[in-house]
């Protein structure tokens, strides 16, 4: 590789949390990064997103974990509840015990706090440039750098490029050719209130999940308490593309109908929903060709079962800066390096969300049998999650992420 190839920035595509934190952690290897953005701001939807353990370990790689701390709440547990009998299945403590087991916490965040954290860290840094209005329509990789168009005439030239442009990936679409996402025939309506206008009882600091047939619903503190999300899934075969779409309460409400009394007193609490259809793709072993490659969502989409696909494309950032760093900016090398250190990973977590998926939507025995086997978890006090929020080899090991105060609500 050239000396003036190897210094000229690295393309991202994309400005979302895989993009964002990609090029800071880029840059914290001294690595100039260019991001191109195709929407007129860096933004990302009212709602929230949770973050296991794991990803607090990237927080601290990047420096991020006191202005993390600052935005999170952390819930004391987690309830799972029978949406049709309003029985409580298990109710599971995180407290410190489950911090000494995986050596960081359990936090949940509002998504624009999230971005914004990592925004501003990415516009501190002298080597980042950050492009918005810039939807990146072409790619080309000559051997010795990548040339991108965007939609506007504009031309980008870079040492390498890394899509991290979401589901709906040009990138993918370049590197894979693999046609559109599958459509999981669920959807989600996803909904933020200001405390004071949720239900006194339900101002609880914990995570509950209300497991029904065919759907669910959960529901936890926002912003240090300040704020409650809720989220409703539901079966249906609709397909709509993008982030951006309202749904329609009455059809949420048709959906739960035969679900318990406070189900459905919640649900009416919110009359602007924002509505999703999940999808998915299956894993693949292959999302890098020369110097190209993807991180997030447009390497690995993964249903939100597992409230993963944010935390999956953190990991990716770190992993990815390493190998680079590794390699001595031998970008088709690294590339090849962290695909090989991520693909088995990033893909159990894809099967294992549409494993939850079946699991919280159960009907029949199998709804039974799932309660069943979440009370047994009261005596075990949850199962072993270690193959998710453990150390992982291809990670660097980070032991001493603080064990934060629990958020309180002023019922
Ligand atoms: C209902 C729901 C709940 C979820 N809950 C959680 C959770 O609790 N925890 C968790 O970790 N994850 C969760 N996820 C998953 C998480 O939202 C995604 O995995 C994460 O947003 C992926 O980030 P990304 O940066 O890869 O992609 P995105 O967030 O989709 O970002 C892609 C970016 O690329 C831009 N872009 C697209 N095409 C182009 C182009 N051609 N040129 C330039 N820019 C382009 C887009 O505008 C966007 O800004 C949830 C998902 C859903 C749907």
Request: net charge neutral.
């Amino acid at each position: 590789m050239s000396a003036s190839a190897n210094n000229a920035p690295v393309l991202v595509v994309g400005g979302g949390i895989g993009g964002l934190a990609t090029a800071l952690a880029l840059s914290r290897k001294g690595i100039p990064v260019q991001v191109l953005e195709q929407a007129p701001e860096f933004k990302e939807i009212g709602a929230g997103i949770q973050l296991g353990p794991n990803v607090f370990r990237m927080f601290e790689v990047l420096g991020l974990t006191e202005q993390m701390f600052h935005w999170c709440a952390f819930p004391t547990g987690l309830e799972f509840r029978d949406s049709i009998t309003a029985e409580t299945i298990v109710d599971l403590q995180i407290d410190k015990r489950f911090h000494d087991r995986y050596h960081a916490p359990y936090g949940v965040i509002h998504r624009a706090d999230m971005l914004n954290v990592i925004l501003d860290a990415c516009k501190n840094s002298n080597l980042i440039k950050l492009a918005i209005s810039q939807k990146v329509v072409s790619i080309d990789d000559d051997g010795s750098g990548v040339t991108v168009k965007t939609e506007t005439g504009e031309t980008y030239k870079g040492a390498a490029l890394i899509g991290a442009d979401g589901l709906w990936s040009t990138v993918r679409e370049h590197v894979v050719g693999d046609g559109k996402p599958v459509v999981s025939g669920h959807i989600a309506y996803r909904a933020v209130l200001p405390t004071s206008e949720w239900p006194k009882e339900y101002r609880l600091p914990k995570m509950i999940v209300w497991c029904g047939e065919k759907t669910h619903l959960v529901h936890y503190p926002l912003r240090r308490g300040e704020l409650f999300n809720l989220v409703a899934v539901f079966h249906s075969d609709r397909y709509e593309e993008g982030w951006d779409t309202f749904g329609d309460p009455q059809e949420l409400q048709a959906r739960f109908a035969e679900k318990c009394e406070p189900v459905r007193m919640l649900l009416g609490k919110v009359n602007a929903w924002k509505m999703w259809v999940l999808c998915d793709r299956p894993a693949i072993k292959d999302w890098t060709v020369g110097r190209i490659t993807m991180v997030g969502d447009a390497a690995h989409p993964m249903l939100q079962y597992l409230a993963q696909g944010g935390n999956m494309a953190m990991e990716d950032a770190v992993c990815l800066a390493n190998a680079i760093e590794a390699s001595g900016r031998d970008y088709e090398k690294a590339f090849r390096t962290y695909q090989q250190q991520r693909y088995l990973r990033t893909a159990r977590v894809q099967l294992m969300a549409r494993v939850f998926g079946e699991i919280y939507h159960a009907s029949g025995v199998n709804r039974e049998l799932r309660n069943k086997v979440l009370r047994e978890w009261s005596e075990t006090g949850g199962i072993d999650m270690s193959w998710l929020y453990g150390h992982q080899p291809e990670l660097p090991r980070v032991d001493n992420v603080p064990l934060p105060p629990p958020t309180r609500l002023d019922a």
